[in-house]
């Protein structure tokens, strides 16, 4: 397992980017280049990543591929489609978007048609064309679970893998993300456990995160910095790290560096008390 997050110094040079990587101790990093990098660049950045043994874990491709607006959906399929084969280019484990929603005003805000059959099939459909359009040969495309749309559990994902029937179609485990409920947020280990012996093999990349239920009405659940909230994190970083050791654990959506710091030691200080490697 790779502890990893976002890179705040500035670069522009594949080795100005190594060393910030390797100045918070990380062992993976998220995709360095755009979708409009060319050849010689991604390749640049692609060679200094392995001659420092640094895992590109994921290239982001956040927008909403199952829109209820056709423009916006073509849009978000062509991004997913450029951000896919960027993954491929420079080696990265995993291309991820989530599913997407059938909200209008919300790319992946809750939806009553997000639920039904027809929604699951466009997920299916839609997945498949990201796929086949690339036709990736290193590199995995994967969808993170969400609150409101499938995947949003494991068996979900299994049945997503099945229906999508690619071999380029992978997983991305995000545990917080699955969290959906009270009951849910005081059985993580158990559900965390779950996921990785039904999926295990297809994880592709991980995020790490928190999650914190409120004692306001009715429900609240916040996402927080690793640490702060509920989330079994042993039991996390055990079970991941009985998977690929390669695999990337990156840390997201925390507000500035001083925090990726606080986040990232506190995952280093529960990896050394689990006798786990990061």
Known sequence: MRLGGPVFEKYSEP???VA???KLGNRAAYCPVGEKADDAQVRAFADAARAADLVIAEVGAWSNTIATDDVKRRAAVALNQQRLALADRVGARCCVNTAGSRNPTAWAGPHPDNFAPATFDLIVETVRGIIDAV???RTF??????????????????????AIDRK?????????????????????????RDFAAKLGPHIRSCHAKDIILGEKNTVHLDEIRPGLGNLDYKTYLLELAKLDPDLPLMLEHLKGAAEYVQAATHVRTVAKEAAVGL
């Not at 380029?168 to 969290?179: C, E, G, I, L």
């Not at 849910?184 to 559900?191: A, D, L, S």
């Open 141 to 162: 495309y994967a969808l993170e679970c969400m609150q409101w749309i499938p995947p949003m559990t494991a068996d979900q994902y299994l049945d997503l893998i099945k």
């Open 168 to 192: 380029s179609f992978a997983v991305h485990f995000d545990p917080v993300n699955m969290m959906w409920s009270p009951e849910r947020y005081y059985r993580t280990g158990e559900i965390i």
């Open 20 to 22: 910030a990587v390797k």
């Open 15 to 17: 080795h100005e980017w």
């Open 135 to 137: 036709k990736p040969t």
